[in-house]
């Protein structure tokens, strides 16, 4: 039996370390361009912000009416997503990113930020990573999923091992 003195506990991923929407919205700035999407006007001083909802919806549809995403939209996309501070958002650009790039390749980005980053990158892809889960489609009427839902939740199976891997090595390393 352990007491409670011997027991490693572990504190939550890091914060951000720089104001994450302004980063964010810096990085959208330079993204919407750059997908062709128009740049949405400005928040009015006295209303809450709403311009990276804009920001994010203008980019997913940008990305999602294209026919095949030029490889200099990656990087930026990704980055933003990373940036991105509400886990629940970064999936408008997660989803669009998923689909033009597929999802094997954006998990390895986010795993690589896991890896390498630093401690506000590590928090970020932390949060992103949930909108690259796959979600089981099941047969009508049935428990029984698909098989080809199936297969891609196999497939990615290896990347969910090392995210679990990567995401507790970064929690020993925030409680040190």
């Known amino acids: 039996m352990t007491s409670e003195s011997d027991r490693q506990a572990f504190k939550p991923l890091p914060g951000r370390t720089t104001p994450s929407s302004t980063a964010c ?4 700035r330079d993204l919407l361009p750059l997908v062709g999407a128009e740049i949405p ?11 990276r909802h804009r920001a994010r919806r203008a980019v997913g549809k940008a990305v999602a009416a294209s026919e095949a995403a030029p490889e200099e939209w990656f990087e930026p996309l990704m980055r933003a997503a990373v940036l991105e501070p509400d886990s ?10 998923i689909t033009a790039f597929g999802r ?3 998990q390895l980005a986010l795993l690589d930020y896991l890896d390498t980053g630093t ?10 990573w949930h ?15 698909t098989p080809e839902s199936l ?6 199976s290896d990347l969910r091992e090392r995210y679990q891997h990567l995401r507790d090595r970064a ?3 925030s409680a040190g």
């Open 104 to 106: 094997r390749r954006v």
């Open 119 to 128: 401690a506000a990158d590590v928090a970020g892809a932390a949060r992103a």
């Open 151 to 156: 297969a891609e939740w196999e497939e990615g």
């Open 88 to 97: 629940g958002f970064s999936r408008e650009l997660v989803k669009p990113a």
């Open 25 to 28: 919205e810096a990085v959208l």
């Open 131 to 145: 909108g690259t889960e796959v979600q089981i489609a099941y047969e009508p009427g049935s428990r029984t999923p």
């Open 41 to 51: 006007a400005a928040d009015q001083p006295d209303v809450k912000p709403s311009w």
């Open 171 to 173: 929690e020993v390393r």
